[in-house]
């Protein structure tokens, strides 16, 4: 698979080609989602909930998401990689947006970052791209300040709101960004806000008239069942074949049937004597 590039992925677009977009963590999964020939991988400050226990992805760090995008680079050389800008990263002002941006590039060897909100990080977008880093917006649902928006629940709802993001979409893509992440929001919404921007769209909870959609990798494979959405489809159910092989192994190894002689190194039979005891 070729290495995506800004520009492949705009034309994804233009050609009505959905793109796929995955979270990954660390360089196992990594390798085995570009092999499935995912489109772009995005090192999700879900990280904090899904990976580190965290109770939301407001306290995850810096140094935390580049130890990890890092490692999803290392395992999939070829993968378009996105980082996601944790909390706290880029409202400051544009100087740390740029600091912060720059290491997921020049650290973590990744092709752009993410982060959230609309208006309010419109000129940061711009001084990130005039900085050299492309930029994958994200309006609707926004985790990082999820308390703001009165919990995890559908946006955009009212005619006012619903206003108010296709002009935080269109504001966002004059700003410099390369895509937008649209994260619960009305599926007609979705369509619409696809339809008004010339950059793709990634839904996750907005329906399918987005130009791609996201999900955070654990959901789709059933590993992680703290907090599920309802847009989220689990295509297996890994935690119950992850129980039932470990539970097999403490079985096994209590009854002393693992490891057997297919899984050990044999020795000399006379080693006890060699060695004189
Ligand atoms: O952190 C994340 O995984 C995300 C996606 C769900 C869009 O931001
Ligand atoms: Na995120």
């Not at 400051?92 to 020049?106: P, V």
């Not at 937008?180 to 369509?191: F, K, N, T």
């Amino acid at each position: 698979q070729k290495r995506k590039t800004v520009a492949g992925i705009l034309a994804m677009k233009k050609k009505g080609e959905k793109i796929t977009m995955l979270t990954a963590y660390d360089a196992a999964m990594a390798s085995m989602l570009i092999a499935a020939d995912v489109d772009v991988l995005l090192v999700g400050d879900s990280l904090g909930m899904v990976v580190l226990g965290y109770d939301s992805t407001v306290p995850v760090t810096m140094d935390e998401m580049i130890h990890h995008a890092s490692a999803v680079r290392r395992g999939a050389p070829g993968a378009f990689v996105v980082g996601d800008m944790p909390f706290g990263s880029y409202q400051s002002g544009k100087r740390d947006a740029i600091l912060n941006g720059g290491r997921f590039l020049k650290e973590a060897g990744c092709d752009a970052v993410k982060l959230e909100g609309g208006m309010e990080v419109c000129e940061t977008v711009t001084a990130l791209e005039r900085a050299g880093i492309s930029v994958m917006g994200h309006i609707g649902l926004t985790p990082q300040t999820a308390t703001q928006l009165g919990g995890y629940k559908v946006q955009g709802r009212d005619l006012e709101s619903a206003q108010r993001m296709v002009a935080e979409a269109k504001a966002l893509e004059e700003a410099g960004a390369f895509a937008i992440v649209l994260e619960c929001i009305p599926d007609e919404l979705g369509r619409i806000i696809s339809e008004e921007i010339a950059i793709p769209t990634i839904g996750i909870g907005a329906g399918v008239h987005c130009d791609g959609q996201v999900l955070v990798t654990h959901d789709l494979l059933g590993m992680f069942d703290k907090f599920i959405p309802s847009f989220v489809k689990s295509y297996c159910k890994l935690a119950p074949v992850i129980k039932e092989a470990v539970s097999e192994y403490n079985a096994e190894v209590r009854s002393g049937a693992y490891p057997d002689a297919d899984h050990s190194f044999s020795s000399d039979s006379n080693l006890r004597k060699l060695l004189g005891l």
